[in-house]
């Protein structure tokens, strides 16, 4: 009989700590279709407002533009390779980076983003000999995409 009186006591001894441990915990309604980690604005805990700090706005800094390219007749006239020499019926000529040109024919060459244009003034077999007439340096266009 002391075993069925201690039961209810305890359990009357208890109900006290059990109402205050609910008010701390207190279980909050939640509605069953508000996305993850939503809390409605009334629920929130309200951070004390404490003065911002603005930080000044810091110009960004210029980049430097890279040079703009530079004509140069001389550096482009060293690629110009000269691999063979023909001669037939009084017609002169030469295989200039791989395509055969004749005296009088303009040559092109596309070098540091210009196309350069030479016409060819005089075939000789000794290289320094041979003659070519500075005509044009134009930008190169941009290339078309294919389709």
């Known amino acids: 009989m002391k075993g069925l009186l201690f ?36 629920q ?45 019926n009084g017609i002169r000529s030469c295989f200039i980076n791989g395509k055969l040109y004749s005296e009088g024919e303009s040559v092109v060459l596309d070098q540091d983003g210009f196309r350069y244009t030479w016409r060819l003034v005089k075939i000789d077999r000794e290289p320094a000999r041979n003659e070519f007439e500075e005509v044009s340096a134009q930008p190169v266009p941009p290339a078309r995409p294919e389709r």
């Open 44 to 88: 929130r805990d309200k951070p004390s407002q404490a003065p911002v700090k603005v930080q000044p706005m810091i110009a960004p800094r210029r980049v430097a533009e890279p040079p703009k390219p530079v004509i140069d007749w001389g550096k482009a006239r060293r690629h110009l390779r000269i691999s063979g020499y023909a001669e037939g």
């Open 7 to 42: 039961i209810p006591c305890l359990l009357v001894g208890l109900l006290p700590a059990a109402a205050q441990g609910q008010e701390k915990n207190a279980a909050v309604w939640r509605d069953p279709f508000w996305p993850v980690g939503y809390v409605p604005e009334a």
